[in-house]
Every structure is written in structure tokens, then in C-alpha cells.
């Protein structure tokens, strides 16, 4: 906020006492001889029921648009010292803020590289995580040595409360990414790996799908896993959503759709695209129903929502009714259409039904609502395919003139897999080799500006009076190291009252 941050850390549990006070501390310096906030915590409320987690909200006691540092002491030991950086006021007129966005980071498949050097980079405001914080499997074995890792329960995914909190230790026992959330403030969403692959609401049962996970046919078992889910979530990731503890019902116990004033000059909407969603339209089979899959009618059908009407009201109301120049949408799932042909086939396939293609109706009412309204300036920022992507957002896709104002509403920016297998290597085993698929991509689907889904890594958002910029990064998972190489492969920028995607990446040498 404006006035706060959530400040974050965990006791070590074998140190841990209920009569031991946690002390926090938040100053305009490193060396803490400038301290504007302070105050204790008491032991029993990081106990073992939070698994000795602590979060502090100083919501109230900061300046705006401030850098503050921070840390915690117990039993006379001190933490390392945080970063931390509140909003700017709401009336005021930044010239510019600089995200970096993040998504799909899977222990078990590669080194947190990309993570150091988001630490490091100090022209970052904030930094945007979109989802699959965690992933819900095991890792007994893994080819990259120290990422392997058991669960609790031995289970191969998570089934419990105690599961999900050993996956949020493992993932944050990295020094990488310690390091980066020790450096800047992050702001998070979840999509399905928080819970389970592919999860969704099923409203028939009033209870969660999940439809890879061993509790698929047992509606009360999967209410509990999406509650204790939820309660990790809240434990371990620095945010303020709306909570009831007491409550029974997920929808109840736990909110996490909220919006963010950068004064004038950015409104961001952080949705969630896994809660509310209802089933996939054709079938949940990976192959031939969710994935690489021909389509059906109920992709087109009223009911088929992926953000649920109560969610889809306010998010609209705050695009529509947003009066700063850039409004920007963190949503997890790609928007625009993406369609390939079929291997030894005919006709065309959708690659995903998890994502929006799958729920068009939906996309399509959004995307008229945006154009009827007249906003201007609107930037969705997307993560979930493991691929970077810049496409142009229409009402319908259908219509390939990237140009015509009355069809194209913004444009849609994808952030690639920090370490999750890439789109790549899935459409390998679809049948499509990587060598054809780039191209393909962009023939079938001549919205998409930019594609890459071969590497890995994270991309960075900057946001000024005259445009914005999309950077996206490459960065080697395989090495464990700081000196993990990193390069810039493509600069995407769009000009303030325009939707035009303009290439303005820097030429190398020669």
C-alpha cells in the first residue's frame, strides 16, 4: 500500500518458544540509526499451527513511495536485512515505474539463475509473480543435483497441509531466491500449481476439480486439499488477501483478487484465473480434450467462465471506471487465440483449453466490454505457457488486420517458465518439432507479434508517460551459479493511445 508493506520470515522451529517475542524493525537505512517502525510479535502467534511462519503487516506507518529496510530479531540473533518499497501516493504523477514479472519456477527442473539477477537489479520497483509459485509433486529423482525431494506423506503430489508447507520450505530454501525476495517487493498471485495441475471449480459439487490429482473422484477430499492449499499459500507468500479462518468453504476462507494505484500514471489488477473457473469445455483428458485438441461447442457456451461473474464485475468496473493512462491486468493464463495445425490432418487444433481458448465466450464479452468503454492503454501481463509471447488482444481473432481499432483492445505480454519445461518440448511429444513450430505459430495466428518457446527465464515491464516496454530475458537454468549467462533477446515496446507492437531490441554486435 501507499502506508505499508507485509513484512515476512520464519522462526527455525527447533529454536521456536511461546514465550519468546519476535522483534521487527523498518528503517530508512542499512544500519538501522534511522528506524521509523518497530514492534514485537508474540510467540504464539508464529507457532506451529503457522508453521512458524511471521508476517507483519506496517500498513499505515510508511511513507509513500519510499525504500525502507527491515528485519527481525529473536533471541538475540538478527535476520539478514530486507528491502521493501511502498506505493505511491495515489494522487501523485510517477514518471515511470519498471516491474519485473515471473512465473513458473519447478524446483526440481533447473537452477534459480534468473532469480540472482533479479536481485541485483536495482532499476526494479516491484516485481510481479503470476503464478506456480510452487509445484504440488515430489521429486524423488532429479537431473539437476541438491533439487531432489521428498514430501511428508510419500506421497507423489501433495495431498495434505503438511505437504503443501514442506514445498513452500523447499522452493524458499534457495539462496537465489531468497535473495531476490530479500531485495524487492513482490507482488503474487497463484494459478494451479499452488493446488494441482489444471484445477478449476466444479460447480456441479460445489467443491474444486483437479482432474490429474489421486483425489479426482472425491469432491470433500478436494475441498480440504484446495482449503490447506490455500492456508500454505497464506502462510508462506508475502500478501494481504481477504481472509476468514474460521470459515469451511474456499470461496470463504480465502480471496486474492485485488488492485494496485501507482498514482496516476498505472492502475494493475491482480485476478484469479483458477478459483472461480468452471471445467475445461471439452472433456478433461490431457490429449484430444484439454490439450492439442480440435475444440467444441462449449468452448462458446454463457456458463463457461473462467473468472466467475462476481470476479468478472469487478474487474471490469476497475478497467472501465480506471482513470490512470496505463491499465494493466496480471492474469495467469494466455488470452489470445493459439491454434496449430493438426500433424498428419486437416483443419487446426487448439493447444490449450486450460487457457482462455477454452472459455471464449467469456474472453469475447471482456474484450467488447473494453472496446465499448473505450479504454485505452490496456496491457495484459500472462504467464502459465512456459513460452515469451507478445500478441495483439481482439474481440475476434478471425479478423487478422492487427491495425483495425475497432477490433484490437491492448495487447498481451507473456512472461516465460523461470525453470518449467517449455512449450517446446510439450508439442515434441504432440508431434510437432521444435524446428516448425515458431513458424507455425505465427502463420495459423497472425496476432502473436513475437514467440519463443524454447528457453527460459523472466521479463521485465517498464511503464512511462510516452509508451511502455516489454524486455524479455533468457537465462541459463543449467548452471547453478550468479554468473549464470543471461541475455536480452527481444525489446517490445507500444506507444501511449496506440496498440502498435514495435521492435526496438538493441542490434548486436557487427
Not at 510517477?94 to 519456477?105: E, H, I, R, W, Y
Not at 481472509?243 to 496516476?264: E, M, V, W, Y
Not at 472433456?283 to 454463457?302: H, K
Amino acid at each position: 500500500t501507499p502506508t505499508g508493506v507485509i513484512l515476512w520470515t520464519r522462526v527455525n522451529e527447533e529454536v521456536w518458544s511461546a514465550d519468546e517475542t519476535l522483534d521487527f524493525q523498518v528503517a530508512l537505512d542499512q544500519e538501522f540509526s534511522q528506524i521509523v517502525a518497530q514492534g514485537l510479535v508474540n510467540g504464539v502467534d508464529f507457532g506451529p499451527e503457522r508453521d512458524y511462519t511471521v508476517k507483519v503487516d506496517v500498513d499505515g506507518l510508511l511513507a509513500a513511495d519510499t525504500r525502507y529496510y527491515y528485519r527481525f530479531i529473536y533471541q538475540a540473533t538478527a535476520s539478514q536485512v530486507g528491502r521493501c518499497r511502498t506505493l505511491p501516493d495515489p494522487t501523485s504523477a510517477p514518471d515511470s515505474l519498471k516491474f519485473a514479472v515471473l512465473t513458473c519456477q519447478d524446483f526440481a527442473n533447473g537452477y534459480y539463475g534468473a532469480y540472482h539477477h533479479l536481485a541485483v537489479d536495482d532499476e526494479i520497483d516491484f516485481v510481479l509473480h503470476l503464478g506456480d509459485f510452487i509445484y504440488e509433486h515430489s521429486a524423488p529423482s532429479s537431473p539437476y543435483p541438491g533439487r531432489s525431494f521428498s514430501l511428508p506423506s510419500g506421497s507423489s503430489v501433495a495431498i495434505n497441509l503438511d505437504d503443501y508447507r514442506a514445498l513452500y520450505r523447499t522452493y524458499r530454501s534457495d539462496p537465489f531466491f531468497q535473495e531476490a525476495m530479500t531485495n524487492h517487493t513482490f507482488i503474487n498471485i497463484w494459478d494451479d500449481h499452488e493446488m494441482a495441475n489444471d484445477c478449476y471449480w466444479d460447480y456441479a459439487n460445489d467443491a474444486p476439480g483437479a482432474p490429474d490429482h489421486p483425489y479426482a473422484h472425491d469432491p470433500a477430499a478436494l475441498t480440504q486439499l484446495k482449503l490447506d492449499a490455500q492456508q500454505a499459500w497464506a502462510e508462506y507468500v508475502p500478501a494481504r488477501p481477504e481472509t476468514d479462518p474460521n470459515a469451511f468453504h474456499p470461496h470463504d476462507f480465502l480471496s486474492i483478487p485485488r488492485s494496485f494505484r501507482f498514482g496516476d500514471l498505472l492502475d494493475l489488477f491482480m485476478a484469479d484465473g483458477r478459483t472461480y473457473r468452471a471445467p475445461h469445455p471439452c472433456g478433461e483428458e490431457l490429449i484430444g480434450e484439454r490439450y492439442v485438441t480440435i475444440g467444441c461447442d462449449q468452448q462458446n457456451e454463457p456458463e463457461q467462465t473462467l473468472l466467475g461473474r462476481q470476479q468478472r464485475r469487478w474487474l471490469m468496473q476497475g478497467l472501465t471506471t480506471s482513470t490512470a493512462l496505463w491499465k494493466v491486468w496480471g492474469n495467469q493464463v494466455l488470452q489470445a487465440r493459439l491454434r496449430i495445425p493438426r500433424p498428419f490432418n486437416p483443419g487446426n487444433i487448439y493447444v490449450n483449453l486450460d487457457a482462455w481458448d477454452g472459455y471464449n465466450f467469456e474472453r469475447t464479452i471482456i474484450a467488447s466490454r473494453l472496446k465499448q468503454a473505450g479504454v485505452q492503454n490496456f496491457v495484459l501481463l500472462t504467464g502459465d505457457l512456459h513460452a515469451y509471447m507478445a500478441c495483439y488482444l481482439k474481440i475476434n481473432y478471425n479478423l487478422t488486420n492487427n491495425n483495425d481499432p475497432d477490433n484490437v483492445i491492448g495487447v498481451e505480454f507473456m512472461t516465460p517458465a523461470i525453470t518449467s519445461a517449455n512449450l517446446a518440448q510439450r508439442l515434441e511429444e504432440y508431434g510437432i518439432p521444435i524446428d516448425v513450430d515458431l513458424w507455425l505459430v505465427q502463420l495459423l495466428n497472425p496476432h502473436v507479434s513475437y514467440f519463443n518457446d524454447e528457453l527460459w527465464g523472466y521479463s521485465t515491464m517498464t511503464f512511462n508517460r510516452d509508451y511502455c516496454q516489454y524486455d524479455a530475458y533468457q537465462v541459463d537454468k543449467e548452471v547453478n551459479s550468479p554468473d549464470a549467462a543471461i541475455s536480452l533477446l527481444r525489446a517490445l515496446r507500444v506507444n501511449k493511445d496506440t496498440t502498435q507492437i514495435i521492435d526496438v531490441t538493441p542490434l548486436g554486435p557487427g
